[in-house]
């Protein structure tokens, strides 16, 4: 079992930009493909992007490609997401997730069986 705890939430003027971090439990890190999703009230959960469990293949929603870029760091227990050229679109809590099996697309909820608790992103002038 893994715990993610996600940090580097805030408030950003459009065009700015942030990083978020998602820091694990464990020493197996490196065993887990992880994820970023984000949601807004009323809204369901979307993917963002993800990483494989080596980091040698990256995944994009259409939103964010361009914008974000989806890192990790193995030793440090860290997977990372920075986000540039914000949008106010891009409002939302921001979750990462983490799965250890080898099936399910990248791009769906119900692959990933752990979850952070989220970090608040907002972007207003």
């Known amino acids: 079992q893994v715990q993610l705890v996600e940090s580097g939430g805030g408030l950003v003027q459009p065009g700015g930009s942030l990083r978020l971090s998602c820091a694990a439990s464990?020493?197996?890190?490196?065993?887990?493909?992880m994820g970023w999703f984000r949601q807004t009230p009323g809204k369901e959960r979307e993917f963002v992007a993800a990483?494989?469990?080596?980091?040698?293949?990256?995944y994009y929603a259409d939103s964010a490609k361009g914008r974000f870029t989806i890192s990790r760091d193995n030793a440090k227990n860290t997977v990372y997401l920075q986000m540039n050229s914000l949008k106010p679109e891009d409002t939302a809590v921001y979750y990462c997730?983490?799965?250890?099996?080898?099936?399910?697309?990248?791009?769906?909820?119900?692959?990933?069986?752990?979850w952070g608790q989220g970090t608040q992103v907002t972007v207003s002038s």
């Open positions: 990483i494989s469990r080596s980091g040698g293949s990256t």
């Open positions: 997730a983490a799965d250890r099996g080898y099936s399910g697309s990248y791009y769906y909820t119900g692959k990933y069986d752990y």
């Open positions: 464990g020493r197996t890190f490196g065993t887990y493909d």
